[in-house]
């Protein structure tokens, strides 16, 4: 993920200035995170974590494009390394993260 991503020649414009190593510390996070939500799903949790990612990066300089294109990477690479079957069972909360960023971008800008 973190290779794919930091190949990306717009990656600094996508994360701010001096960003790099939150980014990858957000891509790790993103893989208990998901683990945990599969494992014990809370839909709550998850509403409330996204928004407040969204609030906390974008304070730091992430820009909305950074979460598309790091959906869209996490898709990709979760493609290529997951049977079908399991790639199924994620792919859904995926497309839902994916589908909402407009609304995590409005939500979580009124919450800063």
């Given at each position: ?56 990066y974008r304070s730091h300089g992430f820009t909305t494009n950074y979460w ?45």
């Amino acid at each position: 993920m973190n290779t794919t991503m930091l190949k990306r020649p717009d990656v600094e414009n996508l994360v701010g200035q001096n960003n790099i190593d939150m980014m990858q510390d957000n891509h790790a996070n993103h893989v208990r995170f998901i683990a945990s939500i599969l494992k014990y799903p809370n839909p709550e949790v998850l509403v409330e974590t996204v928004l407040w990612v969204f609030q906390a990066y974008r304070s730091h300089g992430f820009t909305t494009n950074y979460w598309a294109a790091q959906l869209n990477t996490w898709m990709d690479v979760l493609k290529q390394v997951l049977t079908d079957e399991s790639y199924k069972e994620v792919y859904p909360y995926y497309e839902w993260m994916q589908t909402n960023i407009p609304l995590f971008v409005k939500i979580s800008g009124e919450k800063a």
